[in-house]
């Protein structure tokens, strides 16, 4: 008998953190090391990731999004110079396009994935396109083949928002070459604390080309070249452009280095619970009344977030407000980028990108997450199916 079925209510929290067996000790030594940034514990960080994903020359940086700021600074955009990425994102991407001077343009998504529309995204290209920030939300790889041909044909550059795309593949389940973030020019990782791995706060940046690695560590490290200071190329270092400073400190390195240790575990974790919830939840698809999230055969998914989808934006409420009332502790996702006060006052209107409008009223997160237990994922579908069909 399922919780549900006995009578009991639960409690199921959206998030949950797994902790590192070597969590606290790596933290607690950190104090008598002298915390120079780059310093012993940065080093071990890097030797880790370099371990999990050779050739992707890792920049370590206090969040995704000055990851992605960095990336885009490497385009040296133009005034009018375009980006292509998908209204139905954080901020982030967008965010650092404006900042560097260009124009987001906003393009939809596939309605099966949530993922960029590919076929959207080629008719935006224009003369004045750059570059196309790709997001593989929940953890499921864009079409990576017919993406890479677009930006290829076009000559644009691909950047890869894969902030929710640690441990999880473009194809297979451990193929280290197709690693989200690793196959466009760029790609950036989060480690923000609503991710499958955690510090707290912070990112990481990956590209495959040296010379585009240099070009992102110099604003990375205050527009200086320490990197090469770092490196024992040259005996001290200088300003050489515009920079910030974007450097991940030891502390959250520390956490960092004992989470990486962990990511197998929860990765299986969490595509057990997103396999649970498949399961269960078969029922109610087949016979319509819920859309289970699309994972496309090719894909290596992370179970970073499970979704359902519902045919109209009244079911969705009224199964969310049920959910909550009982303890299950579920969420809708982004207002689209061009339905927001920001993206109403670039000129979009809410029909312009029909499927991410239609995405962001019927969506719905479900919990997931490394502490969840089995009986949570019973508890939790049984809630969905009560509400779905009254029993
Ligand atoms: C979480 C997230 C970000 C932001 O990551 P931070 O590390 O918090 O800056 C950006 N883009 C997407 C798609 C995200 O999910």
Request: aromatic share 8%.
């Amino acid at each position: 008998f399922t919780a549900y079925e006995r009578g009991i209510g639960m409690k199921v929290n959206f998030y949950g953190r797994c902790h590192g067996e070597a969590e606290s000790r790596y933290v607690n030594n950190c104090p008598s090391s002298d915390l120079e940034t780059d310093g012993f514990i940065m080093n071990m960080v890097i030797n880790k990731w370099n371990m999990l994903f050779p050739g992707t020359n890792p920049l370590f940086t206090t969040s995704c999004t000055t990851a992605l700021e960095t990336a885009v600074g490497c385009l040296g955009l133009k005034q009018g110079d375009e980006v292509i990425l998908p209204s139905f994102n954080f901020p982030s991407a967008a965010n650092a396009v404006l900042l560097h001077g260009g124009v987001p343009v906003f393009c939809d998504i596939d309605q099966e994935t949530q993922n960029i529309s590919v076929r959207d995204m080629a008719r935006k290209i224009g003369p004045r396109t750059r570059a196309v920030v790709a997001v593989h939300y929940a953890g499921v790889s864009c079409p990576m083949e017919e993406l890479l041909a677009a930006a290829g044909d076009a000559g644009i550059a691909l950047i890869e928002d894969a902030a929710q795309g640690i441990g999880a593949f473009y194809t297979g389940r451990d193929d280290q070459r197709h690693a989200l973030g690793t196959m466009g020019d760029f790609g950036a990782i989060s480690f923000h604390h609503t991710k499958n791995l955690t510090c707290g706060e912070g990112g990481v940046l990956m590209t495959g080309d040296q010379k585009l690695y240099e070009k992102a560590a110099f604003p990375a490290l205050h527009g200086t070249n320490r990197s090469m200071y770092l490196r024992g190329e040259v005996d001290r270092y200088t300003w050489n452009m515009p920079g910030s400073c974007t450097a991940m400190g030891e502390l959250p390195a520390a956490m960092l280095a004992s989470q990486l240790e962990i990511l197998e575990r929860v990765t299986l974790k969490r595509r057990e619970i997103a396999q649970g919830y498949r399961e269960r939840l078969t029922a109610l698809d087949k016979g319509g009344t819920i859309r289970l999230m699309g994972i496309p055969n090719y894909a290596g998914y992370n179970g970073h977030i499970f979704y359902l989808r519902f045919e109209h934006e009244r079911q969705r409420n009224l199964v969310r407000e049920f959910l909550l009332k009982n303890g299950v502790e579920c969420r809708t996702h982004y207002v689209p980028l061009h339905m927001s006060p920001q993206g109403a006052a670039m000129g979009y209107k809410e029909q312009d990108l029909k499927e991410s409008a239609k995405c962001s009223c019927t969506l719905l997160r479900l919990p997931i997450h490394g502490l969840m237990t089995m009986e949570q994922v019973e508890y939790t579908t049984d809630m969905v199916i009560r509400a779905c069909t009254g029993h």
